[in-house]
């Protein structure tokens, strides 16, 4: 079982570069997130989708961008990037929403910006 | 907006003692209440959720916790502790919409 498939697993980028971190799951989930999580802060929730061409901000959505264009993918885009953006990203996917689901998460995309 | 907060970021204990994970909450009702382990590298996982009724939840891996409504409090707990529960621990508080909050963490370090 796949479950959330996140990559790339590292990327060092430079200032003002761009990217995108891709995530998908098969487990047809219609709920997805992104999450950043830095160190003594727990996780941050960057956007979410609650399904195929829905999105939504989440705490800190500033400096990054979402699309969902199908149940699978999520992908998280970062226009111009900035060293604060330096992070490890998760992505995460739940069957419903409502707060009582658990979220399934992937293993992460280490960022570094120099 | 709920909050969570894990008082303990680093926690030391050795093999085969018990653990005792603090973990207190912010929130207007009645929350839902997860327990997640993040082990190096990987993302996280589900150890335990607490929804309504038995305020006594089991858990994967032999941990448990306990929905203390008074205390606004949900520790996570563990009678004897193997070296591979070495990991960080997350605390998160689930409300009504689709928003669910994470503690900051605790750090488990076991000893030999």
């Known amino acids: 079982n796949a479950g959330v498939t996140q990559t790339p697993k590292f990327r060092i980028l430079k200032i003002g570069q761009s990217m995108t971190l891709q995530c998908t799951q098969d487990m047809n989930h219609n709920y997805m997130y992104w999450y950043r999580q830095d160190p003594g802060m727990g996780l941050k929730l960057i956007y979410y989708?609650?399904?195929?061409?829905?999105?939504d901000k989440g705490e800190v959505p500033n400096g990054y961008n979402v699309s969902r264009s199908t149940t699978e993918d999520f992908p998280l885009r970062l226009e111009l990037a900035a060293p604060s953006q330096t992070s490890v990203y998760f992505c995460?996917?739940?069957?419903?929403?409502?707060?009582?689901?658990?979220?399934?998460f992937g293993d992460g995309t280490r960022l570094s910006i120099l | 907006a709920q909050s969570v907060t894990q008082p303990d970021i680093h926690i030391t204990v050795s093999e085969g003692a018990s653990l005792e994970l603090r973990c207190n909450y912010s929130?207007?009702?009645?929350?839902?209440l997860f327990w997640y382990v993040q082990s190096p590298g990987q993302g996280l996982q589900l150890l335990l959720k607490y929804f309504s009724g038995d305020t006594l939840v089991q858990g994967i891996k032999g941990f448990e916790a306990e929905f203390k409504r008074s205390q606004s409090s949900f520790n996570l707990r563990k009678p004897s502790v193997h070296w591979s529960d070495a990991a960080e621990y997350f605390c998160?508080?689930?409300?009504?919409?689709?928003?669910?909050?994470f503690g900051a963490g605790t750090r488990l370090t076991v000893k030999p």
């Open positions: 995460a996917s739940s069957y419903a929403g409502g707060g009582n689901q658990p979220q399934h």
């Open positions: 929130y207007g009702a009645t929350p839902y």
């Open positions: 989708s609650v399904g195929a061409g829905i999105t």
């Open positions: 998160a508080v689930g409300a009504r919409g689709n928003d669910m909050r």
